[in-house]
């Protein structure tokens, strides 16, 4: 049917307008149909810059300034839109429209596609990435991969020849990572689809990928060939960069079996839902200990979430109780859903699985000084704890930046410091290493580990297997049915 | 709202015969049972008006009980908004009370309570037209029986749309200032820290949507077609015939009545 | 302050050589999203502003026009943001027909509202030819969109009350526009600048580049 296009370019760059340094520089590759390509390089290397310019989004209306060509089956990338779909990272930032039907409709429409063969193409493109839902259906009740397939359907159904993913797995829980890779790989291998993809989760694709080119920071290509190839070459200089090259071992030892010690927090028949919705998980007995490393773990919609945030003192309970330790107890109780925000901040810190959620103030610096000057700490031992903090999250230099401006790693960190500086004896974490490329991930589970051998208790909740390898030293399953826990050893 | 609260039944039950009319025409509806409310402070007219949408709720499709939910705000807030009237309308008949450049006479009474009943008679409208109206068939609307232009008409609704994602937004700020002892007081501060984060996810993630719009060929200069047509039938016309009646009707009898008032007269 | 002020505007005057006018994707998505953003805004204070509206009210005549400032920051946001013709009266409209589907007590004229405070705002960005967004261009903007309020409500129902009323409440209306809508308009979106979330923007950049 559609086939695939050859991408081309020749000495392309693009500069955005008001900035110094070219986003993309010098770049000349020739891609031919229906090759699948995985683009790699550091960050800030101009990745998604290209992708934007093969979609044909740059350009126009005094965004910026460009150099050379990049043209897609010979045709001014800029005049070719309709040819390429472009997948961008957050899928919660894609749907156009209320309804599944509507929104892959959207693309056609567009292109003056006429009525009954827009629909014919909605269907055939909902079960090519196989979301077997109604029309009718809200695209806001979709997970998380199924509004990932979604945007994916929404350019096939335009029938590009060129396919552009940026970061497509990036905010996808590993199910749903799976979803939306073999959807990509049905179409693409049955089409013939030129592929684009841009992602640092190489493993994902690796398999898939006949083709791997490496942008150089400072302009050009550094490596361009086959994946194995490209990965021997280049292995060691892009996981430095952040990407996670296959099989590069991390160099982490495993959390061990620690023996638990006097239990911190203590679940007793607890239902949790949060305000207003309905309870999605009961009868939950549980214990955690101090000074111990516990991470949750469970399927999409078993609650996790829900737990941290009870766990955390946030949400009260549905039912049953939830104590803190008596050396925790606050003024009315031992509850931490009763204690104060105040109370809460030497009791339990919570990151959240948004950093951006818990930004209040617009530097680096006051963000960190939040906590101790709420604890009320004088100026001098607020400024102690804060330049600490900043030395070991490594944000020295940002200090006085906008806590918005940072990268993702650098926000993560920030926001887990935010907890650090009031020093709390628990601390709860929800996915706390979504999206972080490689090396962000390494400084941050390393910055945990260091808690958790000084003493803080850690509660982690997370899809990723490599925090269950090397934070927990207990692990608790939220199973597919919606009452209880299970107690995981550190064998499984 | 449907943008806040999908009902997830409406499509399977969108058999009222205010679901056969088009958004379009509910809007015009709007201004047609307001413009006249607006010209004229009188108890008469809204409390008529008020009367007939009442009796025309089962055609709107809504549930009884909605509508209440979705009333009890006016009901609370339209005797408040009588306040100023009683106090500052210029006086007329009889003096009841009076302190500082407050009044309260026959007239700043009689115009106090209508303008409490008239809050709350352009309000129900609101209720009874929109709380179903899809936000994507509003377009399809505006964008081909009003004709305006589709950039602009599909541009804004998938932005308005971008709403629903912002409650869960606000939400986890809320317990987030609770984890990060800011929590105990300070709730106006709160608030504007909160709105001010909520500004920064909307333009961000409004960007991203113009960027996701873009790549899927928005905004160039093909014609477009659409997916699902959307015309006018004999329903409009006879909707729109019956709101200039309720308002005929509303204001007719205020003047058989000689209640009246134009405002300002 | 006053010698800030006016250097920040000079600052801020923007090359006309160097932008169009005509409305992108982003612009007007972006407008639909300041609109929902300040319509909840508008949402919230329709609870607090107007319990401080009425309280201020009954106690003096007309000073509840203090609280009216922030149901006119949308003109003021959309104008110093987007920068396009028409951009102060959108954002304002969409803010106000949000704020009314939502649910308020005053229903549709909510919109209307909304249409003459964006007019009056837009009013003023047009008289600087759509080139000047200092902090003095976006006081008069909200004072503009305060006295487009004021003209409405006064044919809408304050044209029965006193004179004095009027008078007052025309006076507290211009300073909470030209304050709440106005400056801190300008501080919103100085402070959004400055988190990167307006790159797509002239403002967002020209704050980029001063860092």
């Known amino acids: 049917m559609a086939g695939g296009a050859r991408v081309v370019a020749s000495g392309w760059g693009w500069r955005h307008a008001g900035r110094k340094a070219w986003?993309?520089?010098?770049?000349?590759?020739?891609?031919?149909?229906?090759?699948?390509?995985?683009?790699?390089?550091?960050?800030?290397?101009?990745?998604?810059?290209?992708?934007?310019?093969?979609?044909?989004?740059?350009?126009?209306?005094?965004e910026g300034e460009t150099t050379g060509e990049l043209r897609i089956d010979g045709v001014d990338a800029r005049s070719a839109r309709g040819r390429s779909g472009l997948v961008?990272?957050?899928?919660?930032?894609?749907?156009?429209?209320?309804?599944?039907?509507?929104?892959?409709?959207?693309?056609?429409?567009?292109?003056?596609?006429?009525?009954?063969?827009?629909?014919?193409?909605?269907?055939?493109?909902?079960?090519?990435?196989?979301?077997?839902?109604?029309?009718?259906?809200?695209?806001?009740?979709?997970?998380?991969?199924?509004?990932?397939?979604?945007?994916?359907?929404?350019?096939?159904?335009?029938?590009?020849?060129?396919?552009?993913?940026?970061?497509?797995?990036?905010?996808?829980?590993?199910?749903?990572?799976?979803?939306?890779?073999?959807?990509?790989?049905?179409?693409?291998?049955?089409?013939?689809?030129?592929?684009?993809?841009?992602?640092?989760?190489?493993?994902?694709?690796?398999?898939?990928?006949?083709?791997?080119?490496?942008?150089d920071?400072?302009?050009?290509?550094?490596?361009?060939?086959?994946?194995?190839?490209?990965?021997?070459?280049?292995?060691?200089?892009?996981?430095?960069?952040?990407?996670?090259?296959?099989?590069?071992?991390?160099?982490?030892?495993?959390?061990?079996?620690?023996?638990?010690?006097?239990?911190?927090?203590?679940?007793?028949?607890?239902?949790?839902?949060?305000?207003?919705?309905?309870?999605?998980?009961?009868?939950?007995?549980?214990?955690?200990?101090?000074?111990?490393?516990?991470?949750?773990?469970?399927?999409?919609?078993?609650?996790?979430s829900t737990l941290a945030l009870t766990l955390a003192g946030l949400i009260p309970e549905r039912e049953g109780l939830l104590t803190g330790a008596p050396s925790l107890a606050g003024r009315r109780g031992q509850r931490p859903a009763q204690w104060s925000s105040r109370e809460l901040l030497t009791r339990i810190g919570t990151v959240f699985q948004d950093p951006e959620h818990q930004f209040i103030t617009a530097t680096v610096r006051d963000e960190l000084a939040v906590g101790p000057k709420a604890l009320g700490l004088g100026p001098a031992e607020t400024?102690?704890?804060?330049?600490?903090?900043?030395?070991?999250?490594?944000?020295?230099?940002?200090?006085?930046?906008?806590?918005?401006?940072?990268?993702?790693?650098?926000?993560?960190?920030?926001?887990?410091?935010?907890?650090?500086?009031?020093?709390?004896?628990?601390?709860?974490?929800?996915?706390?290493?979504?999206?972080?490329?490689?090396?962000?991930?390494?400084?941050?589970?390393?910055?945990?580990?260091?808690?958790?051998?000084?003493?803080?208790?850690?509660?982690?909740?997370?899809?990723?297997?490599?925090?269950?390898?090397?934070?927990?030293?207990?692990?608790v399953e939220l199973t597919g049915a919606s009452q209880g826990v299970a107690l995981r050893g550190r064998a499984a | 709202m449907s943008v806040t609260t999908p009902d997830i039944s409406a499509a399977a039950q969108r058999t009222a015969f205010l679901d056969g009319v088009n958004p379009v025409s509910k809007i015009l509806a709007m201004v047609v049972l307001s413009i006249p409310l607006l010209a004229t402070i009188d108890w008469v007219s809204s409390t008529v008006a008020v009367a007939i949408e009442l009796a025309l709720v089962p055609l709107c499709g809504v549930a009884v009980r909605d509508v209440l939910r979705r009333s009890i705000p006016l009901l609370a807030f339209a005797p408040i908004a009588g306040i100023s009237m009683l106090l500052y309308a210029e006086p007329g008949g009889r003096i009841h009370a009076q302190f500082l450049l407050a009044t309260v006479s026959d007239d700043s009474i009689a115009l106090a309570v209508a303008v409490a009943l008239r809050v709350f008679a352009l309000g129900l409208p609101t209720i009874l037209l929109f709380s179903r109206v899809d936000a994507t068939e509003l377009a399809d609307g505006l964008a081909q029986v009003a004709r305006l232009p589709s950039?602009?008409?599909?541009?804004?609704?998938?932005?308005?749309?971008?709403?629903?994602?912002?409650?869960?937004?606000?939400?986890?700020?809320?317990?987030?200032?609770?984890?990060?002892?800011?929590?105990?007081?300070?709730?106006?501060?709160?608030?504007?820290?909160?709105?001010?984060?909520?500004?920064?996810?909307?333009?961000?993630?409004?960007?991203?949507?113009?960027?996701?719009?873009?790549?899927?060929?928005?905004?160039?200069?093909?014609?477009?077609?659409?997916?699902?047509?959307?015309?006018?039938?004999?329903?409009?016309?006879?909707?729109?015939?019956?709101?200039?009646?309720?308002?005929?009707?509303?204001?007719?009898?205020?003047?058989?009545?000689?209640?009246?008032?134009?405002?300002?007269? | 302050m006053h010698a800030t002020s006016s250097s920040v505007d000079r600052s801020a005057r923007v090359d006309s050589s160097d932008r169009s006018l005509r409305w992108r994707v982003v612009d007007i998505v972006i407008a639909a999203v300041l609109g929902v953003a300040t319509g909840l805004i508008f949402w919230f204070w329709n609870t607090i502003g107007y319990l401080w509206f009425e309280t201020?009210?009954?106690?003096?005549?007309?000073?509840?026009?203090?609280?009216?400032?922030?149901?006119?920051?949308?003109?003021?946001?959309?104008?110093?943001?987007?920068?396009?013709?028409?951009?102060?009266?959108?954002?304002?409209?969409?803010?106000?027909?949000?704020?009314?589907?939502?649910?308020?007590?005053?229903?549709?004229?909510?919109?209307?509202?909304?249409?003459?405070?964006?007019?009056?705002?837009?009013?003023?960005?047009?008289?600087?030819?759509?080139?000047?967004?200092?902090?003095?261009?976006?006081a008069l903007a909200g004072i503009g969109a305060g006295v487009g309020a004021w003209i409405f409500e006064f044919f809408t129902g304050n044209i029965e009350k006193s004179a004095v009323f009027n008078l007052l409440y025309l006076g507290s209306i211009v300073v909470s526009g030209a304050l709440l809508a106005g400056v801190l308009g300008w501080f919103l979106v100085r402070a959004l600048a400055a988190t990167g979330a307006l790159s797509r923007f002239a403002v967002g950049r020209e704050a980029r580049r001063e860092v």
């Open chain 1, 23 to 62: 986003a993309v520089a010098e770049l000349s590759f020739d891609i031919e149909a229906g090759e699948r390509v995985l683009v790699l390089g550091a960050s800030g290397a101009g990745k998604s810059t290209l992708l934007a310019g093969i979609a044909g989004l740059l350009g126009g209306d005094d």
């Open chain 1, 88 to 215: 961008l990272q957050d899928p919660d930032a894609a749907a156009v429209f209320s309804r599944v039907g509507d929104d892959v409709a959207f693309g056609c429409e567009n292109l003056g596609i006429e009525r009954e063969e827009i629909w014919r193409r909605v269907r055939r493109s909902l079960d090519a990435v196989g979301l077997g839902v109604d029309l009718d259906r809200r695209t806001a009740e979709l997970s998380g991969g199924e509004k990932q397939r979604l945007a994916i359907a929404g350019v096939l159904a335009m029938e590009p020849r060129v396919i552009l993913l940026d970061e497509p797995t990036a905010n996808l829980d590993p199910a749903g990572v799976l979803d939306v890779r073999d959807a990509i790989e049905r179409t693409v291998v049955r089409e013939g689809t030129t592929l684009v993809v841009v992602e640092h989760r190489t493993e994902i694709w690796a398999d898939l990928m006949t083709r791997v080119i490496v942008l």
């Open chain 1, 217 to 304: 920071p400072s302009g050009g290509v550094l490596a361009d060939g086959e994946p194995d190839a490209v990965f021997a070459q280049e292995g060691d200089r892009l996981a430095a960069a952040g990407v996670w090259v296959p099989r590069h071992p991390i160099g982490m030892p495993l959390a061990l079996d620690a023996p638990a010690g006097a239990v911190v927090l203590e679940a007793d028949g607890l239902a949790i839902g949060r305000p207003g919705a309905p309870v999605v998980r009961s009868a939950i007995d549980l214990s955690i200990p101090q000074g111990h490393a516990t991470v949750v773990v469970g399927p999409n919609g078993a609650g996790k």
């Open chain 1, 383 to 475: 400024e102690e704890r804060v330049d600490a903090l900043l030395a070991a999250l490594g944000l020295g230099a940002l200090a006085l930046a906008n806590p918005f401006t940072l990268s993702g790693g650098q926000k993560r960190r920030l926001s887990v410091g935010t907890v650090l500086a009031s020093r709390p004896a628990v601390m709860v974490l929800d996915e706390p290493t979504f999206g972080q490329d490689r090396v962000s991930w390494i400084r941050l589970v390393e910055l945990l580990r260091a808690e958790v051998a000084a003493g803080t208790t850690v509660v982690a909740v997370t899809h990723d297997a490599g925090v269950v390898a090397h934070l927990g030293e207990s692990v």
């Open chain 2, 151 to 265: 950039r602009f008409v599909l541009g804004v609704v998938a932005g308005v749309r971008l709403l629903g994602l912002f409650v869960d937004d606000w939400r986890s700020m809320e317990l987030a200032r609770r984890a990060r002892g800011v929590g105990d007081a300070g709730v106006i501060r709160r608030f504007f820290s909160m709105a001010f984060v909520l500004l920064v996810f909307a333009v961000r993630r409004g960007s991203k949507l113009a960027t996701a719009m873009e790549a899927r060929g928005f905004g160039a200069d093909v014609e477009r077609t659409w997916a699902r047509p959307s015309r006018l039938s004999w329903r409009d016309g006879v909707f729109l015939l019956g709101c200039v009646c309720i308002m005929a009707a509303a204001t007719g009898t205020a003047v058989a009545v000689g209640s009246f008032r134009f405002v300002g007269s």
């Open chain 3, 56 to 138: 201020a009210d009954a106690v003096t005549p007309g000073f509840g026009g203090i609280a009216v400032g922030i149901w006119l920051l949308g003109g003021v946001l959309g104008g110093l943001i987007i920068r396009k013709p028409g951009a102060a009266l959108l954002v304002e409209l969409i803010g106000a027909i949000v704020s009314a589907l939502i649910g308020n007590i005053w229903g549709p004229t909510t919109i209307y509202s909304g249409i003459v405070q964006g007019l009056g705002a837009e009013l003023v960005f047009a008289a600087f030819f759509y080139r000047r967004f200092g902090i003095v261009v976006a």
